[in-house]
């Protein structure tokens, strides 16, 4: 569906916190300041799409919008090539309208048409967008709980039936402004367990499971309040947010379970259930750990998906979500790490610092999927010596055809900024992942440098000499090399016809010949 299986999520959530102050999680990380070396970083470790928003409240002024604040975001993904889902309401809406209120959807569809319009006109490919992110959870932060604006307390149920038939009149809007548009609809999968085996906990805890945490879903596809006007064609993709805290016991609901509670089941259970229940595309729109246990998640997270696809169940992507640690939405002062990035405060500036863990067992869960390389052509984004990266825009042309392999190459043609012939190398041995490129104006200039080349002396070139790659390791990197040369004869015959190129033939155990 994506252009990858892994996709990011910027945090965008706006509006007034439980203390009635304003957030704008956009603005507090800078990201609508680092937009485009924020998406440079992702292209660099082969993510091409996110989860952006286009903020309502900064928007829609009494009516009239101003999509200023959307422009960056568009030409960003426009000049990296990316995927987007756009969020149009993640919590904040304008301070003049009333989530209550009989106007609401209508103004909130006129906003959805005006958005996808704008988004469509600018971005000709196929669009998605979340129309309400959350909703179950804002209906219980914002409705029963006091959390968020309104700030209503014992109004839940009705805030969640307002928010249904919100985005219901939001998808009819945004697919008359955008007809090849795909709605997300995103909301929470919890699960919660009895406190005791007192028959009405037990009722509770399976209401909650089998009834409750459906609703929004339900309503939208027309299993449950029909008269809205729910269809399954409105669900469409099914996005399921789902984070260490969705598993609880009754009556703890700030207390989740345990790692090694026996009562929390794997998130493949909830994921397996939720498109049974709707049979839709599912993707995983939000997950993330706290601080050292990032790089476990993606491990499980990455079993869980080649468990999930064996069984055919279509789970089309997962998006690490927040991308960028950020300020806790009712404690400013408080950063939570739970992004591939955290951010620190140098010279007044948020610097983005890599977390070394979680970025190495995300290099491994992509090479588990093979659906990462389905790009053939587009922007390629990759790393060379120095501070910019080699950004050129052309085509896959050939790649090595086993994605799991020590030795990973992909021939490139690009042709703008400057027609090149670009060898990408991905070697890996462990945790230990060396990227190189090699690029030549002239395929026989190009073969040449990779002659001369081999796994080994490719990791020592980087730094990376004690690396041992064994003799199958090269034996397929000579295949690979050769096989590369054949195909590449189809698109330029003339060029490599003059060109005689025999693989160098490594010594025994990984050494230089």
């Known amino acids: 569906m994506f252009r990858s299986f892994y996709l990011a999520g910027f945090e965008c959530a706006t509006g007034y916190n439980m203390h009635g102050e304003w957030i704008d999680q956009v603005a507090a990380t800078e990201h609508d300041l680092h937009v485009d070396a924020d998406y440079t970083r992702l292209a660099e470790i082969g993510i091409h799409a996110v989860r952006e928003a286009i903020r309502w409240p900064l928007v829609d002024r009494a009516g009239r919008y101003d999509f200023s604040t959307v422009q960056p975001f568009v030409n960003a993904a426009l000049r990296y090539d990316f995927d987007v889902i756009w969020d149009l309401f993640h919590y904040g809406y304008p301070d003049d309208a009333d989530p209550f209120s009989t106007a609401f959807s209508e103004r909130f569809a006129e906003y959805c048409h005006a958005a996808a319009y704008f988004v469509q006109q600018r971005m000709p490919r196929v669009?998605?967008?979340?129309?309400?992110?959350?909703?179950?959870?804002?209906?219980?932060?914002?409705?029963?709980?006091?959390?968020?604006?309104?700030?209503?307390?014992g109004r839940g149920f009705e805030l969640k039936v307002a928010l249904a038939r919100a985005a219901l009149r939001g998808i009819a809007a945004i697919r008359d402004a955008c007809p090849n548009a795909r709605i997300v609809n995103v909301d929470p999968v919890c699960r919660v367990v009895p406190n005791s085996a007192d028959p009405a906990a037990v009722e509770h805890a399976r209401k909650f499971n089998d009834e409750w945490v459906f609703e929004f879903w339900d309503m939208v596809s027309g299993r449950m309040m029909p008269e809205m006007g729910g269809t399954r064609d409105n669900l469409d993709i099914l996005g399921l947010n789902y984070y260490w805290t969705n598993q609880w016991e009754l009556g703890r609901e700030g207390v989740p379970l345990a790692e090694d509670d026996p009562r929390r089941v794997p998130l493949s259970d909830l994921v397996r259930a939720a498109w049974q229940r709707y049979g839709a595309e599912v993707v995983i729109t939000e997950t993330s750990a706290l601080g050292e246990a990032r790089a476990p998640w993606i491990h499980e997270l990455s079993l869980m998906a080649e468990q999930l696809l064996d069984e055919a169940v279509p789970l089309d992507g997962i998006c690490l979500y927040p991308i960028l640690s950020m300020p806790e939405w009712h404690a400013r002062g408080q950063w939570a790490r739970m992004g591939l990035w955290d951010l620190e405060h140098d010279q007044n500036v948020l610097q983005r610092k890599a977390f070394a863990p979680m970025l190495q067992a995300l290099r491994a869960a992509q090479r588990r999927q093979p659906r990462e390389l389905n790009i053939p052509e587009g922007v390629f984004t990759l790393p060379r010596t120095g501070n910019a990266s080699l950004v050129v825009y052309g085509k896959l042309l050939w790649q090595s055809p086993e994605r799991q392999s020590a030795c990973h190459i992909r021939l490139i043609r690009s042709d703008q900024p400057h027609r090149l012939w670009v060898a990408a190398v991905e070697l890996c041995a462990g945790d230990t992942v060396v990227e190189h490129v090699s690029t030549a104006a002239e395929l026989p200039l190009l073969f040449d440098q990779l002659r001369r080349m081999n796994p080994a002396r490719i990791a020592d070139e980087h730094g990376f000499g004690a690396v041992i790659f064994d003799e199958a390791s090269h034996a397929r990197w000579n295949r690979d090399v050769q096989a590369m040369v054949d195909q590449a004869r189809v698109f330029e015959t003339t060029a490599i016809a003059e060109t005689h190129f025999v693989p160098e033939t490594p010594t025994p155990g990984g050494g230089r010949s």
């Open 127 to 153: 669009c998605y967008f979340t129309p309400v992110n959350e909703p179950s959870y804002l209906a219980w932060a914002a409705g029963e709980v006091g959390r968020f604006a309104p700030h209503a307390r």
